[in-house]
């Protein structure tokens, strides 16, 4: 059983998920490394070392295998102070033009998979004071971005769970909280056909986001503060919108992707 905080973290092989579970580890966190990547995990578990971490195979959208994982981390380390929902896949390009097979697959991952998450750590989380769920959203969550339908379907019921849960959970003293990247510097954004990744450009890193999913996950301000946005334009674009009316946020969102 552990003493020191723990922190599970799905999709941890790669991109994010591997800046924030080494960021984790820097911190004297013990980290739940969890992906269908075996080679990726491998190699991350050998990195930070088995006293710090655990590495588990998990498809997201398997109930079996998040019971199974879930129940392997917490007789591991005993407690569950932070899930990171993190894992995903993103499809681009006009809406017709990718196979409806890989809309739902979208669907299947950044959302039921998150579902499947949150629904089953909530024993784990409650049992373990102070708790925190980091979901990842997106900007793709603050106006639906042209080129990226389903994916910015799924943020936004990313979004819309996010803040659901952050009411419903908070007498349970767990606080649910999303973070909001631009695009970021990983294998996702390879080969993406999105006019609004070539307007805005790809300037985060996933160093950079992870510690925004860092002070996430330690934030012990009020409860209100629930979404994240990581870097200057996803501020901007995110305070922007929350002021103007329907007509502004699309007029930005149409002017970024067209």
């Known amino acids: 059983m552990e003493s020191r905080p723990c922190?599970?973290?799905t999709g941890a092989a790669t991109g994010i998920g591997r800046?924030?579970?080494?960021?984790?580890?820097?911190?004297?966190?013990?980290?739940?490394?969890?992906?269908?990547?075996?080679?990726?995990?491998m190699a991350l578990s050998v990195e930070l070392g088995e006293t710090h971490s655990l590495k588990m195979s998990l498809d997201v959208k398997s109930p079996e295998e998040w019971r199974a994982a879930l129940t392997n981390f917490h007789d591991r380390?005993?407690?569950?102070?932070?899930?990171?929902?993190?894992?995903?896949?993103?499809?681009?390009g006009p809406f017709e033009t990718n196979p409806l097979e890989r809309h739902h697959a979208v669907v299947d991952i950044n959302l039921k998979g998150v579902l499947n998450g949150c629904y089953l750590a909530k024993p784990y989380l409650a049992s373990?004071?102070?708790?925190?769920?980091?979901?990842?959203?997106?900007?793709?969550?603050?106006?639906?971005?042209a080129s990226l339908a389903t994916y910015s379907t799924t943020k936004?019921?990313?979004?819309?769970?996010?803040?659901?849960?952050?009411?419903e959970w908070q007498d349970d003293d767990i606080r649910v909280m999303d973070i909001?990247?631009?695009?970021?510097?990983?294998?996702?954004?390879?080969?993406?056909?999105?006019?609004?990744?070539?307007r805005l450009g790809v300037r985060l890193t996933a160093e950079d986001?992870?510690?925004?999913?860092?002070?996430?996950?330690?934030?012990?301000?009020g409860v209100g503060k629930v979404h994240?946005?990581?870097?200057?334009?996803?501020?901007?674009?995110?305070?922007?919108?929350?002021l103007g009316p329907d007509r502004l946020s699309r007029f930005i969102a149409r002017r970024i992707a067209t």
């Open 209 to 221: 986001v992870a510690k925004v999913i860092w002070s996430a996950a330690t934030y012990r301000g």
């Open 228 to 242: 994240w946005p990581v870097g200057f334009m996803a501020t901007w674009l995110f305070r922007l919108t929350s």
């Open 128 to 145: 373990t004071p102070g708790a925190h769920v980091i979901n990842l959203s997106s900007t793709a969550a603050i106006y639906g971005q």
């Open 77 to 92: 380390a005993g407690r569950l102070d932070v899930l990171v929902n993190n894992a995903g896949i993103l499809i681009s």
């Open 180 to 198: 909001m990247p631009l695009f970021v510097q990983t294998g996702m954004v390879t080969g993406i056909d999105a006019r609004s990744m070539d």
């Open 156 to 167: 936004f019921a990313i979004r819309g769970l996010t803040e659901a849960l952050n009411i």
């Open 19 to 41: 800046a924030a579970a080494r960021l984790f580890n820097q911190r004297g966190w013990f980290v739940g490394l969890a992906d269908i990547d075996e080679a990726g995990l």
């Open 7 to 9: 922190v599970f973290i």
